[in-house]
């Protein structure tokens, strides 16, 4: 009996304490046990969410005939998650003692915090749901933006977005930079895209064996449209450079080549060039003509062979003759 006895008065001065007010908001006492039910609250509606999020993306997993695609069960289970996140800070905040329908109160609360530097978080949480509903950028997506980040989208969250580059790189990026900057998205809706390729032959080169190698190289590379309509490959000759016929290979690629551009260009290289050699063509190489108006080079070409070069000796009417 001392025992119960002893552990019911423990309990009794211990509720007594955590039931302590420590200030009054509107008619609500707050204090310790309070708090602790604040967060209780807060810890259930983040479990909820999670587990909302979680069980949609498996019913759709296993759905078969849904007309809706990850990325919009992605966008749908976020904005669940959110939801569901404000709705369990506002009853938190009710519990607290806080009136809600004060509009004046929540939006002076809200002011104050951004003025107090939660305007970036602010700005990007609303950029993340901007983002989220228009649909401008997707999980999946291979984007290259104005910083110069490039790779795929793997997660749209509620502060920032994270950016996968092709090293498995996670670069993690605000969300109010594909808001206010420019982002370029090569997958937003189509399948395929264009790429161009440059290289260059030695001049004296035939074009017409030029053009053929390079269409069988791209033969040698999967994942490239060779038969749409309106989508073959071709070959351009771009410009008459310093030591080279300078030639571009445009060709459309699918999904696969159009998220990887270096390993893609990479390819095409190492194709046209097993190409060119096949067919004859001589890749160039930088030359330069050596003129001597006066004096002479000698050479030494190895094995005690020797070639001696000498210029014209300089006019009468030159500076520094004479």
């Known amino acids: 009996m001392q025992l119960d006895e002893f552990t019911g008065n423990l309990l009794e001065t211990l ?150 580059t092709n090293d498995l790189v996670d670069i993690i990026v605000p969300n109010s930079e594909f808001v206010t900057g420019r982002v370029t998205n090569w997958s937003f809706d189509e399948k395929f895209r264009r790429i161009h390729v440059p290289f260059g032959v030695a001049y004296g080169s035939d074009k017409h064996r030029v053009k053929a190698a390079v269409l069988k190289a791209v033969e040698a590379v999967p994942g490239c449209i060779t038969s749409l309509p309106g989508r073959q490959p071709d070959v351009w000759l771009t410009r008459f450079g310093d030591s080279s016929l300078e030639f571009e290979l445009v060709v459309w690629v699918e999904h696969d080549l159009m998220i990887s551009p270096g390993a893609t260009h990479a390819r095409f290289m190492w194709a046209i060039d097993d190409q060119l050699r096949l067919a004859g063509v001589e890749i160039p190489f930088p030359q330069r003509d050596l003129h001597l108006r006066s004096g002479s080079l000698r050479l030494d070409l190895g094995e005690g062979q020797r070639l001696q070069v000498s210029g014209a000796p300089p006019r009468d009417d030159e500076p520094g003759a004479g």
Do not use: C
Request: charged share 15%.
């Open 15 to 164: 509720w007594r304490w955590a039931t302590t007010p420590w200030l009054q908001i509107g008619e609500t006492d707050l204090h310790l046990a309070r708090l602790i039910g604040l967060a209780l609250i807060l810890f259930f509606a983040w479990w909820l969410s999670s587990l909302l999020e979680r069980g949609l993306r498996n019913v759709a997993a296993r759905s078969k005939g849904t007309h809706m695609n990850s990325s919009g069960m992605y966008a749908l289970t976020r904005i669940i998650r959110y939801a569901v996140w404000i709705i369990g800070t506002l009853v938190g905040l009710r519990y607290l003692g806080l009136d809600l329908t004060n509009i004046a109160l929540v939006g002076g609360a809200i002011g104050v915090g951004i003025g107090l530097g939660l305007q970036n978080i602010f700005s990007n949480f609303i950029s993340g749901l901007i983002l989220l509903l228009e649909k401008t950028l997707k999980v999946g997506d291979f984007v290259d933006l104005q910083s110069g980040v490039m790779g795929r989208v793997t997660e749209i969250g509620m502060r920032y977005t994270r950016i996968t």
